[in-house]
């Protein structure tokens, strides 16, 4: 039986980008419920996508980071949830069941520990990509995103966890080079400061775009936002834009929450997994 990847939750999967290795550090998953993450949605939309939807009618969305190795070095793009099982409550319009906390050993079966990270690069400050940051040494933030972290607390990220973090924040601006091949581009909408990483190595690139997309689904519906996204209508401007970039010859991305499809570009309008 083939599998479907769209409602699996990602395991370890691996990208060679010139003299970069790209790897996906499953932490976990989450259930989004997809008339409530997705609000101009319809139920005929869904009917028309069986493929996005597991048993229990939701979207799996998984959880983790994108390890970027060059040689002995390597940095992590975001770093999952975290250590948290949330059961499904249905009067929770967003989300379902949580499950996460493999990060540490899905690090450590990459031959990787903590201390061999020399940064973690956060996209932006929600808490299903700040999870096991007390094991890290630098964070990377970008200047935005961290002067306004009000409203990261405010979707649910703990002050106190901001305020463990801000001795190990590094603030970067729009275009620095953080890593050999990898570049920042701040695109506002999700947050204030959202982050997409620019990664490009032997004449190719690839764009780990965060929370600009959630599901695969809004490669065909880019003016899909989710309910969390901070301005809407500027986030479905900068969809649009990473929708066609991504469509573009020697262009990929990558997911985070792409269930088991994290790296791919689009084809046609579709998703098209390379990995």
Known sequence: MTTNRLITPSGPRTLTLGDLRLTYVPDGDVRLKPRGWFPASTDA??????????????LVASLGGLL??????????????GPVTIPDDPANALTGAVRSGALPDSL???GR???DVEAVAITHLHPDHLGWQDRFATVLVAAPEWADREHAIEHGTPAETLDALAPRVRT???GE???PGVRTRITAGHTPGHTV???TSGGRRLLAFGDALHSPAQATRPDWSAAVDHDPELAAKERALLVAELSEPGTLGFGVHFADVPFGRVRDG???PVA
Do not use: K, Q, S
């Open 172 to 174: 970067f601006t729009d």
């Open 108 to 110: 450590a079966a990459l």
């Open 68 to 81: 970027v190795e060059h040689g002995d070095r390597a940095l992590l793009i975001d770093t999952g949830f």
């Open 113 to 115: 520990a903590p201390a």
């Open 270 to 272: 579709h998703w098209e």
């Open 177 to 179: 080079e953080i890593f």
């Open 197 to 199: 990483y620019e990664i």
């Open 45 to 58: 939309d869904w009917a028309a996508r069986p493929e996005y939807l597991a048993d229990d009618g939701n």
